[in-house]
């Protein structure tokens, strides 16, 4: 696989550091507000990512965090905390607002066929491992602390800004009037805040320096490194993240283990509605069930980011979304004539089957290119040459990257369930004998996330292939 490192700036060829299991660090949503396209953009991105690195052959961690502290409304380190301010605004408890958002998210996220992370951490679930290393930086000369936080001292690390290119010199002689006078460098950047004391949070915790909460970037390195290790393969995250979050990432790393612990450094672009940045003040902001109420499937939206490359701009318009739709609808109209044609061609062409896999897999691995990979899949049903079944059998091994859900249009009954998902729908069943009904959830999330709808009916479990092309 060739990837583009934004570190480097450059296409690279990936390996996994251990050959025997890739890891990969996505950024995940704060969960203050609905889920929207924008977000929908993002995951797919990474989704297609990881299912590319599995259909490469590679076992694969996949972690993402929940971002339910700590990251204000300034995107630096002032303001208030998106979450604590959403909860006053709702008169609901920081918790309560944090879980409803983060199964809202899940929920779009599942609808557009997104794998569940193998591990998705919650920053409030980690405020021990974020105060061990806090500590590790401050024992190493990199933090300080002011009047209202422990901060990181960016100087006194090398290439501060290397993965945005930041020009701190000029930075520093052009910086506004800062806030916090008591910062030793205008890049320094909050690594644990002190409680207000005019003020109450709901959420705060006791740490060595006294009672506060963690800053926004420390979560996602705490967390990266103890599930993945002071060696990650690949870290992901929208474009926004370079200047700040990630930028910091990459210096608390230095600052606690004097080294990088990511390797490649992947974002993707962002969106935009009708060529503007989506915002709610501007009308423009949508979420999955505003696709959906114009009776538009959550897979033409993933059909519709697939077409773009991730790395460019993408712009959103109803207009476009319906073109897509049709060309969704095309392409499982073909799949069904596939499935009910009657014509079998005796003579498979495995030469012309062995071109089309070659192709699909060069597109996936020059840098993820889906476009191209969609592009070969038509290609490739258009065949005249190539027998349906191999039609068949080609498009479900394309759509284990692409998720468009081109099992589910099998005629329901004769899919068989794979060993995996059988084994894991016994275990559920002997879960729910034995009222275990923590252990039947977790294991209805785990065939949820696998593709499988779970119903519990009179006469026992009934699992089948998701049915999430009805828009529902
Ligand atoms: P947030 O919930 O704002 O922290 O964002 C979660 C992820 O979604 C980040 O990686 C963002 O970069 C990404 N993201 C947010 N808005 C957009 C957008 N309009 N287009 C693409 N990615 C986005
Ligand atoms: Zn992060």
């Known amino acids: 696989m060739i990837l583009y490192n934004t570190l480097t700036r450059a296409k690279e060829k990936f390996t996994p550091f251990n050959k025997d ?31 590319a690195i599995r259909y490469n052959g590679y076992a694969l961690t996949h972690v993402m965090n929940i971002t339910d502290v700590g990251h204000l409304t300034d995107d ?29 998210f899940f929920q779009t996220m599942n609808s557009l066929g997104i794998v569940r992370p193998d591990i998705v951490c919650k920053a409030t679930d980690h405020i021990p491992e974020m105060i061990a290393l806090i500590k590790l930086i401050e024992k190493n000369g990199c933090a300080y602390q002011t009047g209202d936080g422990i901060y990181f001292d960016t100087s006194r690390i090398f290439h501060y800004g290397k993965l945005a ?48 909460f963690p800053g926004w970037h420390i979560e996602c390195t705490a967390m990266a490194v103890k599930y993945l290790g002071e060696q990650i393969d690949i870290h992901t995250g929208g474009i926004d993240h370079i200047p700040v979050h990630h930028t910091n990432e990459i210096a608390q790393a230095q600052g606690a283990f004097g080294k990088d612990v990511v390797r490649f450094w992947l974002h993707n672009e962002f969106m935009l509605v009708d060529g503007q940045k989506m915002s709610k003040s501007k009308g423009n902001f949508y979420r999955l069930s505003d696709i959906t109420a114009r009776g538009i499937s959550p897979l033409a939206l993933r059909y519709f980011f697939l077409q773009a490359h991730y790395r460019s701009p993408v712009n959103f318009t109803w207009e476009s979304l319906r073109g897509v739709q049709k060309g969704l609808e095309n392409l499982y109209e073909k799949i069904r004539q596939i499935q009910n044609s009657k014509l079998k061609i005796q003579n498979h062409n495995s030469k012309l089957k062995i071109h089309y896999t070659t192709q699909f897999l060069e597109a996936i691995n020059d840098d993820l290119n889906t476009a191209k990979g969609l592009a070969v899949l038509w290609d490739m049903l258009k065949d005249g040459d190539l027998a349906e079944e191999e039609k068949y059998a080609l498009a479900l091994d394309f759509d284990q990257v692409l998720g468009l859900g081109l099992l589910a249009i099998s005629p329901r009954e004769s899919v068989p369930l794979p060993t995996q998902i059988k084994k894991l729908a016994k275990e559920r069943e002997s879960a729910r004998a034995e009222h275990n009904f923590a252990r039947s959830d977790e294991l209805r999330r785990e065939l949820e996330s696998a593709g499988y709808d779970v119903m519990d009916t009179k006469t026992g479990q009934k699992i089948d292939v998701k049915k999430c092309l009805s828009g529902e």
């Open 76 to 104: 630096a380190d002032q303001g208030e905390d998106k979450i604590e301010r959403k909860a006053v605004a709702e008169k609901k408890t920081v918790w309560d607002i944090a879980y409803f958002y983060t199964d809202d």
């Open 165 to 212: 290119r930041l020009d701190v010199k000029s930075l520093e002689e052009g910086a506004r009037v800062e806030p916090n006078p008591e910062k030793r460098n205008p890049t320094d950047f909050a690594l644990w805040k002190f409680s207000p004391l005019d003020a109450n949070r709901q959420m705060e915790w006791a740490s060595p320096w006294g009672k506060g």
């Open 21 to 51: 299991r890739a890891t990969l660090y996505a950024c995940g949503p704060t969960v203050y507000d609905y889920a929207h396209i924008g977000h929908v953009r993002a995951y797919i991105f990474v989704d297609a990512l990881a299912r």
